[in-house]
């Protein structure tokens, strides 16, 4: 991606702190720091992969991008103009931005009302958004949009518990489209689907990507689909962005010890391959993100930590054209 | 393999076992037959549903209602489990073979400190030990699983536990009474990669210390080629592939298998290629179709592969599949068509 691009979301010091409940009234109050200080652009027409194990904060980014949480603080700007911005004191209405910006769930049976019909499911977000102008039109788009994401058009009279896992991610898809949106956070949409199911959703969402010139921001834990469908790729841990690469670069030259280590602990499908190779193992386990580590966050389990590392945190510095890093090494 | 020279550490013949549900009779597992040797590690791999714990589970006798061994054998050191009384299961069970689960969380009792829950099975089998005698085997047996400050430790309880170390105690739970047999159901599945590469490490590095064998669920054929030696791909209630896991994984045989390998993608793919996706969902277990399970799927089928099921047959050394296609390349005559 070139840098001089327009970029379609610009995050600036984004911070999300969620406070922690029951703690002493007379004692500071305590936040988690799910998101601290993450900036990044997201192109248009581009995948942006975000990986990291699972508290990192991943899906927090992306539920923030879209003020389905409200910022703790940063900027966040939307095709030039700002939805957000801590200083300028700017929180503007999201309504008409929520046409443009849409979220696939991690959870389809969790994420459909079981008490809608997937044809109102899908007709909400055209309801809300008075897409349509006769009621004629509307079923006509809802069958588009079934047809689109490889659903019959009958199956907008069933409900969401008749289906399975797959044409249920199906259904969360064809919601998220219906507003025709430019821009879509998917939040590990394929995690709960079996194997073979998986790789059906990912062909059909680099073909809508395709059809619409849809941007997505790809959230998930499995690194080895997200490097299959993203061009860039951001690894998070405890909250940070350490390395922020194109997706083949990062997993062929991974710079951070936290990518070198997340990348080696991934099991290949090759007996003869996974049997020859070095494992760089961690030692211990994330630290909590309620009282995260001073200065380099993943300094208490990185073999090549210093004193530098220890007192004072690495800003993201372009090292290489396009490829990001978070280290004092 | 050893099994030829020595007897096999467990074998299964022809199992079956069904759920009856209101709504007629799951067939789960529907005739599965392989057998295990001592210090092997054998990989059941499949989608969910596909009948691989349910099979596991009818091994250490813990299929619960409605689901019910309705014919086979499982032979343990030539013993038939099936027959076993309660008593003689529970002396069976933990003893001789023991079972790691996916949700370590739930597996482990959330009022009893991690320590209690350790002795109690230890004391449970062996009537020999004192009750200091059992703490000082726990704390080693939390040692050994690379639990540090083992000491301190076994005096907590589960939820101060982390989710790796949650599986690490599950480990030396299970393997405190030094089991021949292992059944691990998806242990790594819940856990984060960096911590599955680690509970992975402890594993096949236990396995060579202990000489434990180990069956191996998991739908990941990344960790199966990681930790196994061989492996059994299950679809719908059969075993359709088994063999030693170079062979599977280089040279597949059955269609199913080559589509699971071709549709995951692959952190050392070169050039980005398009997955190449099974078509269709699973079938419905309620209304099996009348020839090949995966024949609805399948890009291949025959006329014969909805008509008839296929056997199970040997197509290399100790490599075993099922499917018609194998009958097309020996004789390239008849069911060509269509």
């Known amino acids: 991606m070139s840098s001089e691009q327009n970029p379609l979301i610009k995050v600036e010091n984004l911070r999300k702190y969620f406070p922690v409940k029951g703690t002493n ?165 394929i995690s709960a689907l079996d194997v073979s199911i998986q790789s059906q ?66 099991p290949l499908p090759d007996p003869i391959k996974s049997r020859s190779r070095q494992r760089i193992l961690l030692e211990g386990e994330i630290p909590s993100p309620l009282n995260p580590p001073s200065g380099c966050r993943f300094h208490t389990r990185c073999p090549y930590a210093t004193d530098r590392c220890r007192e004072e945190c690495p800003e993201l510095r372009e090292q290489s054209p396009g490829h990001f890093v978070a280290c004092h090494l | 393999m050893e099994m030829d020279e020595k007897k096999a550490l467990l074998e299964i013949e022809d199992l079956k076992v069904s759920f009856f549900t209101p709504v007629g009779e799951v067939k789960a597992v529907n005739g599965i037959s392989y057998s295990l040797g001592y210090n092997e590690v054998m990989g059941i791999v499949g989608e969910s549903g596909s009948g691989k714990s349910v099979e596991a589970y009818s091994i250490i006798g813990l299929l619960q209602n409605p689901g019910k061994v309705v014919g086979g054998t499982i032979k343990f050191e030539g013993e038939n489990v099936l027959d076993y ?153 059969h075993i359709i592939e088994q063999g030693d896991v170079d062979d599977v994984f280089y040279n597949p045989q059955h269609p199913y298998t080559r589509g699971l390998l071709s549709s995951t993608p692959r952190m050392d793919e070169v050039t980005k290629e398009r997955l190449v996706p099974i078509e269709g969902t699973p079938i419905d277990l309620l209304n099996p179709p009348k020839g090949c399970n995966f024949g609805p799927r399948c890009k291949d089928c025959m006329k014969i592969c909805l008509r008839e099921k296929p056997p199970f047959v040997e197509v290399g050394e100790g490599h075993y599949s099922a499917c018609w296609l194998h009958f097309k390349k020996q004789s390239g005559k008849e069911d060509a068509e269509a």
Do not use: W
């Open chain 2, 85 to 237: 009384t309660e008593e003689q299961m529970r002396q069976f069970r933990g003893n001789k073979v023991s079972m790691i689960f996916q949700n370590p969380m739930t597996c482990l009792n959330p009022v009893y400190t991690v320590g209690n829950q350790l002795i109690e099975a230890l004391m449970c089998h062996d009537k020999g030990y004192t009750r200091k005698a059992a703490r000082k085997r726990a704390i080693e047996m939390l040692e050994l699983v690379g639990i540090n400050n083992a000491e301190k430790r076994i005096d907590q309880y589960p939820h101060e536990f982390s989710g790796g170390m949650r599986q690490r105690a599950m480990i030396a739970m299970a393997l405190i009474c030094e089991p021949k047999l292992l059944i691990a159901d998806e242990p790594t599945t819940a856990l984060d990669v960096t911590i599955q590469a680690q509970i992975l490490e402890l594993m096949k590095d236990l396995q060579k210390k202990k000489n434990t064998s180990i069956i191996f669920i998991t739908h990941n054929l990344g960790v199966v080629a990681e930790i196994c030696d061989r492996v059994s791909v299950m679809y719908a209630g």
């Open chain 1, 25 to 189: 009234p007379l004692q500071k109050k305590k936040y988690v720091q799910a998101v601290e200080s993450v900036s990044f652009n997201i192109y248009r027409g581009e995948t942006l992969g975000i990986v990291g194990e699972s508290g990192c904060g991943k899906t927090t980014l992306g539920r923030t991008i879209l003020r389905l949480y409200e910022p703790t603080s940063g900027k966040i700007i939307y095709d030039g103009a700002p939805i957000y911005d801590s200083e300028k004191k700017i929180a503007v209405k999201m309504l008409p931005y929520r046409r443009k910006m849409q979220i696939i769930f991690q959870d389809p049976s969790a994420s459909l009302d079981p008490r809608m019909t997937v044809g109102e499911i899908v007709g909400e977000a055209l309801d809300i958004h008075k897409l349509y102008s006769s009621k004629k039109e509307r079923s006509e788009r809802i069958n588009e949009l079934l047809d689109k994401v490889g659903l019959n058009t009958e199956h907008a009279n069933r409900f969401p518990p008749e289906f399975s896992g797959g044409q249920q991610q199906r259904v969360g898809i064809a919601r998220a489209l219906a507003v025709d949106p430019e821009f879509i956070v998917c939040d590990e949409p």
């Open chain 1, 201 to 266: 959703v990912v062909n059909m969402l680099e073909d809508l990507q395709a059809e619409n010139h849809l941007t997505y921001l790809f959230i998930a834990h499995d690194i080895s689909v997200v490097r299959h469908i993203s061009n860039r790729i951001g690894v998070m841990y405890l909250g940070q962005m350490v390395e922020l690469a194109d997706s083949y670069e990062l997993c062929s030259k991974p710079v951070h010890p936290y990518t070198r280590t997340l990348l080696s602990a991934v």
